[in-house]
């Protein structure tokens, strides 16, 4: 009986270390980023670095503005076996359906810089967009507490868009009610094009020719196809032009005075809090610094909004956007 039960005891602990063999305790997240132009490539690089240094697993899928290739990336990286999608959505509303598909793979979702509305999403980081937006017109309106302004939003499917406007306009609406600015330009750009942008203060300026003081455009990438129009009337450096991202391209304009100012963001804030919190809930670990929780139209999301961000301008781009590293100051100082 003793043989027997010794026996029966190594059959077990046999089929345990088989079983603990075919289970894998690695680490898999999945990185959905939807837009595509050079602030993004930041994103990648530094939630790459925290997640890879941690000793997991990153899949990364770029979906260049397309939601219906967002939504067919998604998918592979749920055959691939992720335990946390992180998310950059091209489409605030309809990524609803990629946090479904998700769910329906018993997987966590964490929406990165943008929300997604209308879906039982899990978490969101970002920065105070609203914020960023009031800082934006702030800076103009110190300048020129009075003139044409024109208006440039991002996507109007992109839910920071929305918040860039409010933060604008929280500051521009008493300057508006006193009549000191008119705005003149007020327009939402389908997918935050340049060359859209350009369209718009074109078409406006030759109907329209020098009634224009300010640019509140809500990124850089805006602000260049902007830069280019007032260029083309003789504008450049006398209308007021705002951005942000701190792009490469933005902070040479600002450097020869044909760009205000710029938003920089420090993007390594936000990737490494995403990354840190997709680690957690990969590992069942507490996810910290989540007491603000906001309404995405159908639950109250825990979220992360980061304040890290300062206002570029040619007196401090030097001490900011390049002591940082986030920019080579040979890409912004060239030639000059």
């Not at 609203?130 to 302004?149: D, I, K």
């Not at 327009?187 to 640019?215: F, K, M």
């Not at 804030?269 to 995403?274: H, I, Q």
Request: glycine share 8%; with cysteine.
């Amino acid at each position: 009986m003793k043989t027997i039960g010794l026996a029966i005891t190594a059959c077990i602990l046999g089929l345990l270390l088989l079983s603990s063999c075919g289970r894998s305790d690695e680490v898999r997240i999945g990185f959905s980023v939807g837009p595509s132009h050079e602030r993004w490539e930041k994103d990648i690089d530094y939630f790459s670095a925290r997640i890879r240094n941690a000793g997991a697993t990153l899949y990364v899928a770029e979906a260049e503005n397309s939601h219906q290739k967002q939504m067919e990336q998604v998918r592979d990286l749920l055959k691939r076996g992720i335990d946390v999608l992180v998310i950059v959505p091209v489409d605030s509303r309809k990524a609803s359906e990629i946090v479904c598909l998700a769910h329906e793979n018993g997987i966590r979702v964490i929406a990165y810089d943008r929300i997604v509305n209308d879906c039982d999403l899990d978490f969101y980081i970002s920065f105070d967009n609203m914020r960023v937006g009031e800082m934006q017109a702030e800076y103009l309106s110190r300048m020129r507490p009075e003139g044409y302004y024109a208006l440039l939003g991002g996507d109007a499917g992109d839910n920071n868009s929305i918040l860039l406007r409010l933060g604008q306009m929280n500051v521009l609406a008493p300057l508006v009610e006193s009549r000191k600015i008119s705005v003149v330009v007020d327009q939402y750009i389908p997918g935050w094009n340049a060359d859209e942008a350009y369209r718009i203060v074109d078409n406006y300026l030759s109907e329209n020719p020098g009634r224009l003081d300010a640019v509140v455009a809500s990124n850089d990438h805006i602000a260049g196809g902007a830069f280019r129009a007032l260029e083309k009337h003789g504008l450049a450096g006398k209308v007021l032009l705002s951005g942000q991202d701190a792009e490469a391209e933005a902070c040479r304009r600002i450097i020869e005075g044909k760009q205000t100012m710029t938003v920089y963001k420090y993007i390594e804030t936000l990737a490494t809090s995403a990354a840190s919190t997709a680690l957690a809930l990969a590992r069942g670990e507490p996810v910290m610094n989540t007491q603000l929780s906001i309404n995405n139209g159908q639950v109250m999301v825990p979220s992360i909004l980061l304040s890290s961000m300062v206002s570029v301008h040619p007196e401090n781009l030097r001490m900011t956007v390049i002591a940082d590293g986030y920019i080579d100051e040979s890409m912004v100082f060239e030639n000059r």
